[in-house]
T-cell receptor, first 117, second 112 residues
Framework: AQTVTQSQPEMSVQEAETVTLSCTYD???????LFWYKQPPSRQMILVIRQEAYKQQNATENRFSVNFQKAAKSFSLKISDSQLGDTAMYFCAFMSAGGTSYGKLTFGQGTILTVHP | AAGVIQSPRHLIKEKRETATLKCYPIPRHDTVYWYQQGPGQDPQFLIS???????DKGSIPDRFSAQQFSDYHSELNMSSLELGDSALYFC???????????FGQGTRLTVV
């Protein structure tokens, strides 16, 4: 079974600054996907960024980028130029790339990010 | 573009009552996953369906059952509701051509 760990229950950052959210995971699989989801107060689950495990290049999406370290099983999210609208709960999630568990997401405990003006 | 539709958005039930939550996937999505998210917690996998057959099962109580219909929509039936069942229930849908979950907006169930 896979596990995902987010060791930072809460983080805060000043507007326009950079913040990094940490995530580690454990799996015996070689092919998988990793995701960061944002859940604002509306509680809608919004995909922020996705990383395929077979890709060495770190994914980027505008102000969001990841540092994917496959050997260390680490998958951190960096948010640059933080904006007030980034305030939300952030979940790291693991998904198997095949087999009967394809599509099943295993989530970390979440990190509450607050962006201060 | 069409999104995943969940209904109802909010539901209030009394203890020991029954609730039915519905999930309508994006067209051509044949896989549905159900998750339960308690207050301040991460989503927990309940059950999944692929091509109308149950494909995987998580920590779903025996009081809950679910199915996927011929039009690929899914229903989660919850009986003998308990206070602890109060949570946000998400469904997420896929097909084999996509590698990300498409989430519905969730159904917020409150048991009083």
């Amino acid at each position: 079974a896979q596990t995902v760990t987010q060791s930072q229950p809460e983080m805060s950052v000043q507007e326009a600054e950079t913040v990094t959210l940490s995530c580690t995971y454990d799996t015996s699989e070689n092919n998988y996907y990793l995701f960061w989801y944002k859940q604002p107060p509306s509680r809608q689950m919004i995909l922020v960024i996705r990383q395929e495990a077979y890709k060495q290049q770190n994914a980027t999406e505008n102000r969001f980028s990841v540092n994917f370290q496959k050997a260390a099983k680490s998958f951190s999210l960096k948010i640059s130029d933080s904006q007030l609208g980034d305030t939300a709960m952030y979940f790291c999630a693991f998904m198997s790339a095949g087999g009967t568990s394809y599509g099943k997401l295993t989530f970390g405990q979440g990190t509450i990010l607050t962006v201060h003006p | 573009a069409a999104g995943v539709i969940q209904s109802p958005r909010h539901l209030i039930k009394e203890k020991r009552e029954t609730a039915t939550l519905k999930c309508y996937p994006i067209p051509r999505h044949d896989t549905v996953y159900w998750y339960q998210q308690g207050p301040g917690q991460d989503p927990q996998f309940l059950i999944s369906f692929y091509e109308k057959m149950q494909s995987d099962k998580g920590s779903i109580p025996d009081r809950f059952s679910a199915q996927q219909f011929s039009d690929y929509h899914s229903e989660l039936n919850m009986s003998s509701l308990e206070l602890g069942d109060s949570a946000l229930y998400f469904c997420a849908t896929y097909n084999q051509m996509v590698t990300e979950a498409f989430f519905g907006q969730g159904t917020r169930l409150t048991v009083v």
